[in-house]
């Protein structure tokens, strides 16, 4: 079966930054080119497809290809979401903040990624530009006369792309990626010259293709990490700040309990000092997160019981309030026997602590009494 080259498209660059509320020009602009992009992609996906297929390469390209598609899928419902919000130009600040959250916010429906990752619209963009060209490479779908020339082109637009996503690299691995880098594009001047000198150097591209397409997904995800990464550290240094508040609350609140009632409510209010400090990597800051969920869990769970306890005996007190009041109205209070069912029941809910049960007797005791002398 003869294919024929597909169209192919560079997803766009996105305006602006997470928080800003972008020009509606570029607004405009982007969806614009994106609407373009998710077309052009999709019918290359689907050529690409078919060219596997066709090549009985199916299985054995799947899952590239699923990835591919995810992220195709993922793009295009949050261009759906954008287009929607964008409502034909009619975008005040708010508006326009809320586009910037969807471009540059996390694409958690594109669940195909490595690991569950969620990246941002224009890191989807450009794994889907990196995994299309890979896919496209590898079933050359390229005219035999151009195909070196255009392979080499690509290669080279592709380290541009990686150089700028070097420039988003930690201090403490930027240096590794620069090396990486500069090799990477060493290599290529080296084919370069060796193919306007009239060589052969189809087999020396597809390795160099493969090492520089998943050296740009490894940025991706990384700098996708390490941002989901922040973001967690900054959720959990505000979850922690609210636990060690909760923390001597809850402490004080225990400690009036046991003082008021017997029995009491017996949980240890847990010590949040004894989690550490909150930690900043990526493989540390899941596991804290899930244990500072499972404090909050207990402390949900003892505040709870302790101000169950102090409610009870709370109720108590108002309960007997209420039988004196109605004796009071009838002109029964000063009865002797509802005068002594009184005393005994307020001398008990006045010790510290209340023996609950024996609390519970007496004030039923005197609403006996109450429903005896009431004509």
């Known amino acids: 079966m003869t294919v024929q080259q597909a ?4 997803a766009p660059t996105a305006p602006g930054k997470l928080g800003d509320a972008l020009d509606p020009a570029a607004i405009q602009t982007y969806l614009a080119e994106l609407d373009t992009w998710l077309r052009v992609r999709r019918s290359e996906l689907d050529e690409l497809d078919r060219a596997a297929i066709a090549a009985g390469r199916g299985g054995e390209l799947a899952g590239d290809m699923s990835l591919a598609l995810a992220l195709w899928k993922a793009i295009a419902d949050r261009y759906q979401l954008v287009f929607a919000t964008w409502d034909g130009g009619r975008v005040l600040r708010q508006e326009r903040e809320r586009i910037s959250a969807l471009v540059w916010g996390r694409l958690d429906s594109a669940s195909e990624l490595p690991g569950g990752l969620a990246v941002s619209l224009p890191e989807a963009g450009r794994l889907c530009d990196a995994l299309t060209g890979q896919l496209r490479t590898r079933l050359a779908l390229v005219p035999d006369a151009d195909r070196s020339a255009t392979r080499i082109r690509e290669l080279r637009a592709q380290l541009e792309r990686i150089r700028d996503q070097v420039g988003l690299e930690p201090a403490n691995s930027r240096d590794a990626a620069i090396e990486r880098l500069a ?3 060493a290599r ?3 084919l370069t010259a ?3 000198r009239g060589g052969d150097v189809g087999g020396m591209l597809g390795p160099l293709e493969a090492e520089a397409t998943t050296f740009e997904r490894d940025l991706i995800v990384g700098n996708a990490r ?3 990464a922040r973001s967690k550290v900054l ?3 505000e979850l922690r700040a609210d636990l060690e508040a909760r923390e001597a609350a809850l402490a004080k609140l225990a400690e009036t309990a046991v003082a008021t009632v017997d029995p009491a409510p017996r949980y ?8 550490g400090p909150v930690p900043v990597t990526p493989e540390g800051i899941e596991p804290y997160l899930e244990r500072l969920d499972r404090v909050a869990q207990a402390m949900e769970v003892a505040q709870h019981a302790y101000a169950a306890a102090l409610d009870e005996h709370t109720q108590l007190v108002g309960l007997l309030d209420g039988y004196v009041a109605k004796a009071r109205a009838a002109r029964l209070a000063d009865n002797p026997d509802l005068a002594e069912s009184e005393r005994a029941a307020r001398a008990l809910l006045e010790r510290r602590p209340c023996p609950m049960a024996v609390a519970r007797q007496l004030v039923t005791t005197y609403q ?3 429903t005896k002398e009431t004509p």
Not at 7 to 10: K, N, Q
Not at 268 to 275: H, I, K, S, Y
């Open 226 to 228: 390490r941002r989901d």
């Open 268 to 275: 240890a209010v847990p010590d949040v000092e004894l989690l």
């Open 235 to 237: 959720s959990a240094r």
């Open 183 to 185: 090799e990477l594009m």
């Open 194 to 196: 060796k193919a306007e």
């Open 7 to 10: 169209a192919t498209a560079t």
């Open 368 to 370: 006996t009494w109450l």
């Open 188 to 190: 290529l001047e080296v």
